[in-house]
């Protein structure tokens, strides 16, 4: 196994306080990083964090995927000596938050480039991202590439961010995520407005609950920390600007009532009564005039 030292402390530093662990993927546990970094699989980007891109390649020359398809050495792969399977792992230089509302153009553009890659090495893309081989336990044939860490902007050189993503891809990795957010936080804007006068721990659980029922649409649903962590976000941010989403309301409903009140407009007709005004001629208001009219025609 070619790891040294640097890299081990390196990698303990980055991994979550209590990782995901496990020996057979069937069955997961929460352990302290001491215990979890002795396990085959673990967790090493951190909740709400993308430290590490990993991609999952079911081939048995796996480990020179990202050579035959031209793209930078990967921070290192670690490989199932029985079959040849690997996964390809791209440390970044600055660590993306996933959940924070304000930094969702960079999620979208960091999930872009994931895509990207994983196209082109040919990766799994029903992987959930959560757990990879671990680097440092001997039962992986793990090799360093290299100690560089990546620039977004340097790996988006590699892939086209033009290509409309399709269904699946919008599902895989950070596009969970991403579709999350975005299904949510339209909903949110305009759910706010039923929970004016209400607490923000009500408005919170609402939110929650509606992260949770568009996560239970993904393939592999996101953990729940990775939800919640989303739906406090949003429903921060829209708690915080519910005045301004009321106002966008309001003036919203008077443009439309602007057009629709445009669109209604009629030519003159010189025998209607709007026209002629009989009202006048009789000394009355208009609204006394229709309502005899009424009257009259409902004792006809």
Same mark, same amino acid.
Request: net charge positive; hydrophobic share 30%; charged share 25%.
């Given at each position: &196994? %070619?790891?040294?030292?640097?890299?081990?402390?390196?990698?303990?530093?980055?991994?979550?306080?209590?990782? *995901?662990?496990?020996?057979?993927?069937?069955?997961?546990?929460?352990?302290?990083?001491?215990?979890?970094?002795?396990?085959? *699989?673990?967790?090493?980007?951190?909740?709400?964090?993308?430290?590490?891109?990993?991609?999952?390649?079911?081939?048995?020359?796996?480990? &020179?995927?990202?050579?035959?398809?031209?793209?930078?050495?990967?921070?290192?792969?670690?490989?199932?000596?029985?079959?040849?399977?690997?996964?390809?792992?791209?440390?970044?230089? =600055?660590?993306?938050?996933?959940?924070?509302?304000?930094?969702?153009?960079?999620?979208?553009?960091?999930?872009?480039?994931?895509?990207?890659?994983?196209?082109?090495?040919?990766?799994? &893309?029903? *992987?959930?991202?959560?757990? =990879? !081989?671990?680097?440092?336990? %001997?039962?992986?044939?793990?090799? &360093?590439?290299?100690?560089?860490?990546?620039?977004?902007?340097?790996?988006?050189?590699?892939?086209?961010?033009?290509?409309?993503?399709?269904?699946?891809?919008?599902?895989?990795?950070?596009?969970?995520?991403?579709?999350?957010?975005?299904?949510?936080?339209?909903?949110?804007?305009?759910?706010?407005?039923?929970?004016?006068?209400?607490?923000? %721990?009500?408005?919170?659980?609402?939110?929650?609950?509606?992260?949770?029922?568009? %996560?239970?649409?993904?393939?592999?649903?996101?953990? *729940?920390?990775?939800?919640?962590?989303?739906? !406090?976000?949003?429903?921060?941010?829209?708690?915080?600007?519910?005045?301004?989403?009321?106002?966008?309301?309001?003036?919203?409903?008077?443009?439309?009532?602007?057009?629709?009140?445009?669109?209604?407009?009629?030519?003159?007709?010189?025998?209607?009564?709007?026209?002629?005004?009989?009202?006048?001629?009789?000394?009355?208001?208009?609204?006394?005039?229709?309502?005899?009219?009424?009257?009259?025609?409902?004792?006809?």
């Amino acid at each position: &196994m %070619n790891i040294n030292l640097n890299f081990k402390a390196q990698f303990f530093k980055n991994l979550p306080y209590k990782p *995901y662990c496990t020996n057979d993927l069937g069955c997961t546990f929460i352990n302290s990083k001491e215990h979890a970094v002795t396990k085959r *699989y673990i967790q090493c980007n951190p909740p709400h964090q993308i430290v590490y891109l990993i991609f999952d390649v079911d081939d048995p020359q796996a480990v &020179m995927s990202w050579y035959d398809a031209n793209l930078p050495p990967p921070s290192w792969t670690a490989q199932n000596p029985e079959n040849g399977h690997a996964h390809i792992v791209y440390e970044l230089k =600055t660590p993306v938050l996933t959940t924070n509302a304000s930094r969702q153009k960079i999620v979208r553009y960091l999930s872009a480039i994931q895509v990207g890659l994983a196209q082109k090495l040919g990766a799994d &893309m029903g *992987y959930a991202q959560l757990l =990879t !081989k671990n680097p440092c336990h %001997n039962h992986w044939r793990v090799k &360093m590439w290299t100690k560089e860490k990546y620039e977004l902007d340097y790996l988006a050189d590699f892939v086209d961010l033009t290509s409309k993503p399709k269904k699946q891809q919008e599902v895989f990795g950070l596009g969970r995520n991403c579709t999350l957010f975005e299904s949510v936080r339209k909903w949110a804007y305009k759910a706010i407005r039923a929970k004016r006068g209400s607490t923000f %721990n009500d408005w919170l659980n609402d939110v929650i609950e509606h992260c949770d029922r568009v %996560n239970r649409s993904f393939s592999t649903p996101l953990p *729940y920390s990775e939800i919640k962590a989303t739906a !406090k976000s949003i429903a921060r941010y829209c708690w915080k600007n519910d005045a301004y989403f009321y106002q966008e309301f309001i003036d919203r409903q008077s443009r439309k009532g602007r057009i629709g009140g445009q669109k209604s407009k009629r030519g003159r007709k010189e025998e209607s009564e709007r026209t002629l005004k009989p009202w006048e001629k009789q000394g009355i208001s208009r609204r006394s005039y229709y309502y005899k009219k009424s009257k009259n025609n409902c004792t006809k």
